[in-house]
């Protein structure tokens, strides 16, 4: 079973700017977060208006849909940086709830399962932690929606993503996944901290879908510009 960040303990700071005060982010801060107010209804891709962006007009992903509250870029950047690499469990807990806030006002989710994007066990054990199952986890309990860590499996420690192109992220994760369930129809909300190109969430979209899944949706904290 996943240990969860989502402890509640009362802040004495705000974890942005670092005055006192009863609330994870003050009234300020949370503010001034960057939030998506419009995105492309495939890709999530923030956008001026909500429509259908340019790429994907060109050539669809295979996921249904992006759902994110936050576009990534400081500070949020700051808040997932520190979650994922420093173990700021508390920086994973407040960008968490503000997806959970989000998903909570789509009237209709069409989600029958959680499964979180999976680190290989090399990388895992460094970080001694996978941040997808944490937010997963939280999820779960959230929506009330079982979340599966066993069906989604990283066959090869793929070199990290960050610092490669486009083109580069398509190639490295060529048969980096695998699932070997049959999935009979089910609507699946795969997990992760953040969306960039969309190489990864595309990739396992469409190991998902071979497998039987009717619909792939992916969910995470922030979404790149």
């Given at each position: ?35 998506i107010?419009?995105a ?29 509250p936050?576009?990534y870029e ?13 173990g ?14 989000r998903?909570c ?9 959680i499964?979180?994007v999976?680190?290989h066990?090399r ?19 959230s ?18 993503q ?10 490295n994760?060529r ?13 699946i ?11 990864t ?13 009717a ?11």
């Amino acid at each position: 079973m996943v240990n969860s960040f989502f402890v509640f303990n009362t802040p004495r700071h705000c974890a942005l700017c670092g005055f006192s005060s009863s609330l994870d982010l003050c009234a300020a801060c949370d503010r001034d977060l960057p939030r998506i107010k419009n995105a492309c209804s495939h890709c999530g891709v923030p956008l001026e208006h909500d429509s259908i962006c340019g790429r994907c007009l060109t050539a669809s992903p295979r996921f249904a849909r992006c759902i994110s509250p936050l576009r990534y870029e400081a500070p949020v950047s700051h808040l997932l940086g520190a979650f994922k690499y420093h173990g700021d469990f508390n920086n994973g807990r407040i960008l968490t709830t503000l997806l959970v806030k989000r998903l909570c006002e789509e009237s209709a989710l069409a989600a029958d399962v959680i499964v979180p994007v999976p680190l290989h066990w090399r990388r895992r054990w460094n970080r001694g932690f996978n941040q997808a199952e944490l937010i997963g986890d939280e999820l779960s309990r959230s929506l009330h929606l079982p979340m599966q860590t066993r069906w989604l499996h990283r066959t090869r420690a793929s070199a990290p993503q960050q610092s490669l192109s486009a083109d580069a992220r398509r190639s490295n994760l060529r048969n980096a996944f695998s699932c070997r369930l049959q999935l009979n129809g089910m609507h699946i909300a795969v997990v992760d901290d953040v969306v960039t190109t969309g190489a990864t969430a595309n990739a396992i979209a469409e190991i998902l879908l071979a497998c039987g899944a009717a619909s792939v949706q992916i969910w995470c904290l922030a979404r790149t510009p």
